[in-house]
């Protein structure tokens, strides 16, 4: 009976390590197969025949033709706009060049058209008036140079400023009174001058001062110049100065001392700007009249 027993137990023995030498076979097999497996789809892969390599290159292979087709369209808008800007900026460009041209050309003419209607002035009044733009050279007395002296420096002073005539009357005002002043040159009627002077003056300005104003020989002012300031009828008046300026024929002009000379003031009217000479002789003899007026 015990050897039945043990019969038994050897077989059931015998018949576990069979099947687990079964399981492990089964095992090494499966890894043999996946290892197997690996080495084929590395060797494809590298051969570049492997069905998801394949798969994902399609992938990117689309991506990137997708990307360089938008760079492609972006660099075609932006070489557009900027041809658009290039030819507007162009334009432009032209245009200002074209309308700067024009006006320097226009500037030119009308400054060139001032000066020669300035120097037809210049001329008139010479003429109207008998006075000389010629400006007298200042004797001066020069001593002989002793033999130890030092050779003497030229004098490189800046050259004085030309002089500078502001007219009150038009061309046609001016032709007008010149016609007068030669019909005076004849004789035949002396009694007509006192007449004729008052018509000197224009109805067509009311702001008119004459250049040469009568002189009054009854009445003196007390007129001089000192450290560039003017001293007049017991008043010292400065640059800058707030004044009206009357004159002979009753006419009282706004100014502004523009500036004081050595023998003559320059005032700018309040009203265009424009300037005038004002000689001291003048101011004593009360061919001019300066009165104080407020800034404001």
């Known amino acids: 009976m015990s050897t039945l027993h043990d019969t038994e137990d050897a077989s059931e023995t015998d018949l576990a390590k069979h099947d687990e030498d079964d399981y492990v076979e089964i095992k090494e097999q499966i890894y043999t197969n ?21 798969k994902r290159m399609k992938k990117l292979d689309q991506q990137y033709k ?3 087709r938008n760079a492609d369209l972006f660099l075609q808008l932006e070489t557009e706009q900027v041809e658009r800007n290039y030819i507007k ?19 030119l003419i009308a400054e060139l058209e001032e000066k020669k209607k300035m120097i037809e002035n210049e001329k008139l009044t010479m003429e109207l008036t008998g006075d000389s733009m010629e400006v007298k050279p200042i004797m001066t007395r020069k001593l002989r140079r002793r033999p130890n002296d030092p050779v003497p420096i030229p004098d490189k002073r800046r050259k004085p400023a030309p002089a500078q005539l502001n007219y009150l009357l038009t061309d046609d ?5 010149l016609r007068t002043l030669n019909k005076l040159k004849s004789p035949k009627r002396p009694g007509h001058l006192d007449s004729t002077r008052h018509s000197l003056v224009s109805p067509s300005s009311p702001e008119h001062v004459p ?27 400065h640059k800058s100065q707030a004044i009206y300026l009357e004159s002979k024929d009753n006419t009282k002009i706004s100014c502004v001392i523009s500036s004081v ?9 309040t009203s265009d700007s424009t ?9 004593q003899r009360g061919a001019f009249v300066i009165r104080r007026r407020s800034a404001a």
Not at 211 to 237: C, V
Not at 261 to 269: A, L
Request: glycine fraction near 4%.
């Open 34 to 54: 996946k290892l197997a497996s690996l080495k084929t789809q590395l060797q494809q892969l590298q051969e570049g025949t492997l069905q998801e390599y394949q």
């Open 275 to 283: 300037k005038m000479r004002i000689y001291l002789g003048q101011l």
């Open 66 to 68: 997708e990307r360089l």
């Open 261 to 269: 000379g050595t023998n003559e003031i320059w005032v700018r009217k």
């Open 89 to 107: 900026e162009k334009k432009a460009a032209v245009k200002e060049f074209d309308d700067k041209k024009v006006e320097l050309k226009e500037n």
């Open 211 to 237: 250049t040469t104003p009568m002189d009054n020989p009854s009445q003196r002012y007390e007129a001089r110049i000192e450290e560039g300031k003017l001293y007049y009828d017991k008043r010292w008046y």
């Open 173 to 177: 005002q001016i032709m007008e009174d």
